[in-house]
């Protein structure tokens, strides 16, 4: 059983962890302990002192020692004397706005729960329970339902909350907050990952400062700017040592995180939608549902962490028939020619990637309606004959006859003024009545909360997809979003618009995934400005970055894989120089980082030499034998490239017999040393050989004493290494 309830204190174990809360005398739901596993109720840690200030709740009469202000609390409220940040916000008809939970009941139930409407993890019966808590207000008849799966085996907890109305009059939601947790002990420090387009995920780490950080987006993505995850570290916590503890959003929107460090020093963590990009109309007798946070933690280090969010993510987010099979390794037009392509090209350069061994051909942005530049032509879904003359169907074909499959390039949720869409249906466009939108590479963003619009995008998708014999999309989506209004609502709905257009897409990924599921689907946001837990529950791989760069790749890869598996990062070997930097990086550097995650290329292969040829050739066919160690196995970072001189990450079958080590070392030095990489994950009692030299090392040797890296000369030295275990 991994939910245990003593009276009211809850506790819910899993492998490795202990989390455990309590409903005290008053009926508050006391946040008491996560961490290391233990039999014991840990309420004895908890302390009450008499904080001038910091007042008490009515029922407690003259004890000082009893405030809300202090105590670690499982969801927290405003309005009653909590001062820290409130987990949510209820503003009633008469204009007062104030919530006072207290336990009512609570249920524990078989399997995981779903989200109406949102994505959450998913689990057998046999792998997770549910518990639910319910609270109530002491004044309104407002219910506040906790919902916790405990994934045992995967040393996952996650986190959503139910708020339902069973008054008589509307109230306004104002915050909704996924996730509240309080660590009352602890020096703790936060690791968010920032970025901005091209430069996404970058971790930084900073000691808590007295006072409010906060990660959040206010662009209708979880963006490019802060990723919809957060790690609290204690001090000292490396990657093998140390507790952290990690909660990643599953939401695709405007979101925040924030971290108090309170006059106490307890730490408190809330996670969920936006509230400045929020409100929500609550109706008697209907119910608020909120994103799911998933919550872990590692007694040792960060690496532990990201293998249970690798592990989750993998298997109980992403979804489908592609979530653990290999995936094609693609060949894209974008960076080959961009929006300057007809048949002819296009098969040109698909005859060139199947000769060296390249499984699927993926047509770009440009193919459709009058799309010649990034100025017209979104929302006209049809093919555009002069580009295409024997249609997609033709195309298609053709490119099926050289042992490609096909994909294609879609931007649903944008619409360009220059359309059929915009001049048939320019009310389906999100703007302010009275005002110019603001336009973000010329284009506007449709009402994704109207169903007519889903229907419309549905059946127009549906149609090219089932036009010819499609086994992959692109689904990007190339702006943040503004003017936030939706015709159809309102005025005291029109602030849930944020909310409602996510709803939107994932009804309309919903819908499409299931009426295709043969095709693969890949998210992108601009490159990595939608990289989130929501969209892997319906694409189990990302564009990683439109950044293509070899050695800014490995920086945006390292951020990204501190929660997300291998497999969900789209990553391409590119033309040099970069498009993005200038930079020129060998062919095999180029490749090296680019498996590090779904495989393809982005450039027209007939332009390379022949000796380039021969290394791509040989680098498919190594991918090919890699690419299940590298999504299956586990991910180590060895190195950080944004403090070392070098990039270097190891994967390690689960059975611990083959290793794969690949990077990048940056710069060489004149009369350099080579780098002895320190390995891990190993069997210290196996003998591993060295493919490219047969030479026989212990992993005892490669862990403690590590393994050289390759003589460098010259800038960004590939660094691959593969070592299997033999037989003593
Ligand atoms: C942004 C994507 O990230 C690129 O890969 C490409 O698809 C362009 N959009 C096309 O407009």
Redesign the pocket.
């Not at 992108?524 to 490159?527: E, F, I, L």
């Given at each position: 059983m991994s939910i245990r309830v003593d009276g009211t204190t809850f506790s819910l174990e899993t492998k490795n962890t202990l989390y455990q809360m309590k409903a005290d005398a008053y009926g508050v739901l006391k946040h008491l302990w996560y961490g290391a596993k233990t039999s014991q109720d840990m309420e004895y840690l908890l302390d009450y002192p008499d904080v001038s200030f910091s007042g008490n709740i009515y029922d407690v009469e003259d004890n000082r020692t009893y405030s809300l202000d202090t105590m670690p609390l499982e969801y927290s409220t405003e309005g009653i004397g909590d001062f820290r940040i409130s987990s949510v916000g209820i503003r009633y008809e008469n204009g007062a706005s104030a919530l006072d939970l207290r336990y009512e009941n609570h249920e524990i139930l078989p399997g995981k729960y779903s989200i109406p409407g949102l994505p959450a993890v998913y689990a057998e019966d046999y792998e997770a329970q549910t518990l639910a808590i319910t609270l109530k207000d002491t004044a309104s008849d407002i219910r506040v339902i906790l919902k916790y799966g405990v994934l045992p085996d995967f040393d996952v907890i996650t986190r959503s909350a139910v708020i339902t109305n069973n008054g008589h009059g509307n109230v306004m939601i104002l915050r909704a907050h996924s996730l509240c947790l309080d660590i009352p002990y602890g020096k703790w420090e936060w690791v968010h990952f920032h970025g901005r387009w091209g430069k996404e995920r970058t971790p930084e780490r900073l000691p808590l400062l007295h006072g409010i950080q906060e990660s959040s987006s206010k662009r209708g993505t979880s963006s490019h700017h802060h990723n919809p995850s957060v790690l609290l570290c204690q001090e000292g916590c490396t990657e093998t040592s140390g507790t952290c503890l990690g909660a990643v959003l599953m939401y695709s929107g405007c979101f925040q995180a924030q971290v108090e460090y309170d006059q106490l020093n307890q730490t408190r963590l809330v996670m969920g939608m936006n509230p400045h990009m929020f409100r929500w109309e609550l109706e008697p007798g209907k119910s608020f549902y909120t994103p799911e946070v998933i919550l872990s933690l590692s007694t040792s280090g960060m690496e532990t962490l990201s293998h249970q969010f690798h592990r989750i993510i993998r298997e109980h987010v992403c979804r489908g028939k592609y979530k653990l099979i290999e995936r094609p390794i693609l060949i894209?037009n974008?960076e080959a020619t961009y929006f300057d392509f007809n048949e002819e090209k296009l098969l040109d350069i698909a005859r060139g990637a199947a000769e060296l061994g390249v499984d699927m051909l993926v047509m770009?942005?440009g193919w459709f309606g009058k799309r010649d530049s990034?100025n017209s032509g979104l929302g006209d879904w049809y093919v555009n004959k002069n580009k295409l003359p024997d249609g997609l169907e033709g195309l298609v074909k053709k490119v099926n006859d050289l042992g490609m499959e096909f994909g294609i390039?879609f931007?649903p949720e944008m619409i360009s003024e220059d359309s059929d869409l915009y001049r048939t249906h320019p009310e389906w466009t999100i703007r302010i009545p009275g005002r110019q939108p603001t336009r973000s590479r010329f284009q506007l963003v449709l009402d994704m909360s109207r169903q007519d619009v889903r229907d419309y995008l549905f059946d127009v998708m549906s149609q090219i997809l089932g036009s010819a014999n499609i086994t992959y999309v692109?689904w990007?989506f190339?702006r943040s979003v503004s003017d936030w209004y939706s015709e159809l609502l309102p005025a005291s709905r029109q602030k849930e618009m944020p909310h409602r257009f996510v709803l939107g897409l994932y009804d309309l990924m919903e819908r499409l995934t299931s009426a295709f599921p043969d095709i693969l689907f890949e998210g992108?946001?601009?490159?990595g400005g939608r990289f989130d837990a929501g969209i892997l529950y319906y694409c189990p791989q990302i564009?990683c970055s439109?950044d293509t760069d070899a050695f800014e790749r490995t920086q945006i890869q390292y951020g990204t894989s501190f929660f997300y598996p291998i497999s969900s990062m789209g990553s391409h070997v590119s033309a040099v120089p970069n498009h993005q930097t200038g930079r020129i990086t060998s062919i095999k550097a180029r490749a090296v980082t680019a498996m590090s995650g779904s495989f393809g290329y982005e450039l027209d292969l007939n332009k390379l030499t022949q000796e380039e040829k021969n290394e791509v050739k040989f680098q498919i066919g190594l991918f090919k034998e890699y690419g299940p160690l590298i999504h299956n196995g586990k991910y180590y970072r060895l190195s950080n490239p944004f403090r070392d001189n070098y990039a270097v990450w190891q994967y390690v079958s689960q059975d611990q017999k083959k290793v794969l080590i690949q990077g990048l070392i940056f710069r060489t030095e004149p009369n350099m040393l080579r780098y002895p990489i320190h390995l891990r994950g190993l069997d210290p009692d196996k003998k591993y050989r060295l493919r490219e030299d047969g030479v026989i090392y212990s992993g005892n040797a490669l862990m403690n004493g590590g393994i050289l890296m390759p003589k460098c000369f010259g800038d960004y030295v590939p660094v691959e290494l593969y070592l299997e275990a033999i037989d003593a």
């Open positions: 894209n974008w770009d942005d990034d390039w931007e692109k990007d190339n992108c946001c601009g490159g564009w439109d």
